[in-house]
Each structure stands twice: as structure tokens, then as C-alpha cells.
């Protein structure tokens, strides 16, 4: 039997915080294993428990803690444990300062319970997750004018190394991508690190980024 993906949630709004974690527990697949109202308490709980985590939803205000700051401990220490941040002061024009940050899925509080549900499992099996409108918002800030890539030095992507990063954008896990490729899980994860270290990002939300600026990809394909 597959296990349940284990969540922390952590926002200081009491009454809405009960409510979705009633919603969770109802939820095929997940627990609910953390609750907190305070960043650096929930940070300090980590410390004391058995098994940790597999994703926290992270409020981005709280009243005596800061979401970014707190995702930011919580990558330092506890890197494999995915981030969610939510918030109502959302802005699609936060989203490249997110990914930087490495936060794996940045949502508006305004969104429906369901697509919550989808993101927590998309960054446990994928690493990231961006919805459409996202999508759009992306490349609508990319510059008409911005020019195509040439592949005229030694440290250009390969092709194959482009296939992969297509099929990251497409959101394929390392399983799906060497059962499409006929490669085997290794080598798919060796062509993602030499990705990671020839565009210089740290995570596959940064790769999708990177492919979109410089139009290495059909972002019709990507959601």
C-alpha cells in the first residue's frame, strides 16, 4: 500500500487554518501530520519529531514570522521537505522572486481547495507546480523582442539535454521521462544536474523559467 503524503500546515488565521485541515484529512492519499500558528515554532516542532513532512502549506504573513524567511530555514535544513506558499497578497508578479527563493508552488489563498490538493501532489511527485494562468503570466513577461538562443559554444545543451528539459516543462517525472527516452532513472537525473548546473537554477521550477525566457520550448505544450 502506497503511503499517505504527510502535510504541515502553518498560518496563524486560526479558523481558516481548522477548516483546511478538515479538508485534507478527507483527502485521498494525505494526512495532515503538523499543525502550527507560528513559523518559528513550527520550525523548532520539526525537531522533535519522528517523521518528518512531506510538504508544508506556508502562509506568506504571519503575524510573528515571515513566510519567506521561514522557507528559507526550512531549505537550508530540511531540503528534501516541499514548500507551498499561500497567500492574500498574491501577485503573479512574485512568482520569478518565489522561484528564486526555491518555493516549489506559490498560490493565492482565493484558489479552490481541489487545486490546493493538485499542487501538494504535483511537488511531492514532480518538484513544482504552476498552474496555466501562471503559465501565461510568464510568458506574457517575456519580451517580444527577446532573441532566440544560438548554440555556438562548448557548454550549449545538448540535444537530449533539451529533450529532458522539454519533458520537465511537460511536468514528466524522472520515471515517465526514461520510460519516453528509453534511457534508464540514472540517466535521466544526470542530464537534469548537468541542466541545472549549465543554466545555473536550482530546482526544475527554475529550469521551466530559464526554457520559457529564452524560448526554448512551445509553452503551449507545458501545461
Same mark, same amino acid.
Given at each position: 500500500m502506497e503511503s499517505k503524503i504527510r502535510i504541515a500546515v502553518v498560518d496563524d488565521e486560526e479558523l481558516i487554518t481548522r477548516a483546511l485541515v478538515d479538508f485534507l484529512s478527507t483527502q485521498d492519499g494525505l494526512t495532515v501530520c503538523l499543525l502550527s500558528n507560528d513559523g518559528n515554532l513550527f520550525l523548532n516542532e520539526l525537531e522533535t519529531i519522528n517523521e518528518l513532512p512531506d510538504a508544508v502549506v506556508l502562509d506568506? @504573513?504571519? /503575524?510573528?514570522? #515571515?513566510?519567506? #524567511? %521561514?522557507?528559507? /530555514?526550512?531549505? !537550508? *535544513?530540511?531540503?528534501?521537505i516541499k514548500t507551498i506558499v499561500v497567500s492574500s497578497y498574491y501577485k503573479d508578479s512574485y512568482l520569478g522572486y518565489m522561484m528564486k527563493e526555491?518555493?516549489? =508552488?506559490?498560490? *493565492? /489563498? #482565493?484558489? /479552490?481547495?481541489?487545486?490546493?490538493?493538485? =499542487? +501538494?501532489?504535483?511537488?511531492? @511527485? !514532480?518538484? &513544482? &507546480?504552476l498552474t496555466s494562468g501562471q503559465m501565461d503570466a510568464?510568458?506574457?513577461?517575456?519580451?517580444?523582442k527577446t532573441a532566440k538562443p544560438s548554440y555556438l559554444n562548448d557548454d550549449d545543451l545538448t540535444i537530449r539535454e533539451l529533450e529532458v528539459?522539454?519533458? +520537465?516543462?511537460?511536468?514528466? $517525472?524522472? *520515471? #515517465? %521521462? =526514461?520510460?519516453?527516452? &528509453?534511457?534508464? @532513472?540514472? $540517466?535521466?537525473?544526470?542530464?537534469?544536474?548537468?541542466?541545472?548546473?549549465? $543554466?545555473?537554477v536550482k530546482n526544475s521550477a527554475g529550469l521551466v523559467i530559464y526554457a520559457v525566457q529564452r524560448q526554448l520550448i512551445d509553452v503551449d505544450k507545458i501545461i
Open positions: 506568506l @504573513k504571519m /503575524k510573528n514570522s #515571515d513566510g519567506i #524567511d %521561514i522557507n528559507r /530555514k526550512l531549505k !537550508k *535544513s530540511y531540503p528534501e526555491e518555493v516549489n =508552488a506559490f498560490l *493565492s /489563498k #482565493d484558489i /479552490k481547495p481541489e487545486v490546493l490538493v493538485e =499542487a +501538494i501532489r504535483a511537488v511531492c @511527485k !514532480k518538484g &513544482f &507546480f510568464i510568458r506574457g513577461q517575456i519580451s517580444s528539459l522539454e519533458m +520537465i516543462c511537460q511536468q514528466y $517525472t524522472t *520515471s #515517465d %521521462i =526514461a520510460e519516453k527516452l &528509453f534511457i534508464s @532513472k540514472i $540517466t535521466v537525473e544526470g542530464h537534469r544536474n548537468n541542466l541545472l548546473l549549465k $543554466t545555473g
